[in-house]
């Protein structure tokens, strides 16, 4: 009996061991820092249509600490699976000057960017679905600032400004 007490304590703190870890993966991945995989076409040419691996920050929005020129995570307003990669080009109560087809650049159209919202683009904008077709985006779905690109090698380096 003796023997099966000790088994069990000594799971219990290997078990114990692992779940502070995983915890602490979680709090890491969520709150300060994550990795991020970013395809397409419509960041170019900041980064590569073939995919790109980004360090996050989550720290910066939730300060305030996010601007113009900035790159983000950003929750889709069209389809909360998914993940955007964009750059903020107006924060609240900033003008805007848009067109829907950069083709032609007598249907532009102004407005000013509500209280709690930021306007994103993609630096393609011949490629890119954000704020000129869904309209501004709230800060909540701001889920984090991209800082560093991690992969591919050649490429390693900070996105600061």
């Known amino acids: 009996m003796r023997q099966w007490r000790s088994i069990a304590k000594e799971a219990v703190a290997r078990a114990s061991i692992v779940v502070k870890f995983l915890c602490f993966l979680h709090v890491t991945d969520s709150y300060l820092l994550s990795f991020s995989h970013v395809l397409g076409p419509s960041m170019l040419p900041t980064l590569n249509i073939t995919?790109?691996?980004?360090?996050?920050?989550?720290?910066?929005?939730?300060t305030g600490k996010v601007g113009s020129g900035d790159l983000v995570l950003v929750r889709s307003p069209l389809d909360p699976r998914k993940t955007l990669t964009k750059r903020i080009v107006a924060m609240e109560d900033d003008k805007v000057t848009f067109s829907l087809d950069?083709?032609?650049?007598?249907?532009?159209?102004?407005?000013?960017?509500?209280k709690g919202h930021v306007w994103i683009q993609g630096d393609n904008l011949y490629a890119s679905r954000d704020s000129r077709h869904f309209g501004p985006v709230p800060y909540g779905l701001i889920q984090g600032k991209v800082f560093l690109r991690?992969?591919?090698?050649?490429?390693?380096?900070?996105?600061?400004q």
Request: avoid cysteine; proline fraction near 11%; aromatic fraction near 12%.
């Open 51 to 62: 995919g790109d691996v980004v360090l996050v920050e989550h720290l910066s929005h939730r």
């Open 150 to 160: 991690v992969w591919p090698p050649n490429s390693f380096g900070s996105f600061g």
């Open 102 to 114: 950069p083709t032609r650049n007598y249907s532009s159209r102004s407005l000013v960017v509500p």
